[in-house]
């Protein structure tokens, strides 16, 4: 049996790794593109995060594309939907939406729909941070949690060291319009362990006042 040169032996060998390693290279190519194609356009929220004026939804119909919708929920709390008109979801969970949606559609229009609701973006909620702090100005709040006064003040640079952390003030407006103010220790709540840190509510002012020398 002749034995073939070694020359054409590496040649072999080189034409397989190279073969290998394109195949190696368009399946992760492939592979890349569809984790693309199948990621999530909606943001995560848990389903009894509670759907507000200027949220942004999106609806998907199994097997229905043409009732699919991206909306944002307009200034009413309702949103315009395929065949069954506005929809009024503000102020339910995303759950409840879900389930009233999936209601209307199966009551006069589809056979047991499946029906997906996800929050796209979020309707922005706010507070502001003045005074005696690194970076004053407007702090955003998570859309599905709450924020305290120590991550607050952390988010804007935190208290100056003119800054008198043991008066920090709190103005509020409830829902009825009405405004109150309350004056918070801030120093107890880094230091104390059994002082519960305070939490924060949209359109809350925070004043960090200056140290009285």
Sequence with gaps: MKHLPSSLVFYFLF???ALSAQEGGADGA???QSSGRGAAIGMVVGSNYVLKVS???EINVYQEGDLNKSARIEGDGTVALALVGKVKVAGMTVAESQALITQLYN???LVDPQISLLVVSFSPKVLHILGSVGNPGVVEIPPDRV???TEA???VGGVTRMGNPKAIKIKRVDQDGR???MEVNFTKIVQDPDVID???NEGDTIWVPERII
Excluded: F
């Design 147 to 149: 924020l305290t006064l």
């Design 179 to 181: 405004s109150s103010q």
């Design 55 to 57: 949220d942004v939804i």
């Design 153 to 155: 003040l952390s988010m």
């Design 107 to 109: 009551r006069d229009y």
């Design 198 to 200: 305070l939490p924060l």
């Design 30 to 32: 492939d592979s890349s």
């Design 15 to 17: 034409c397989i790794a």
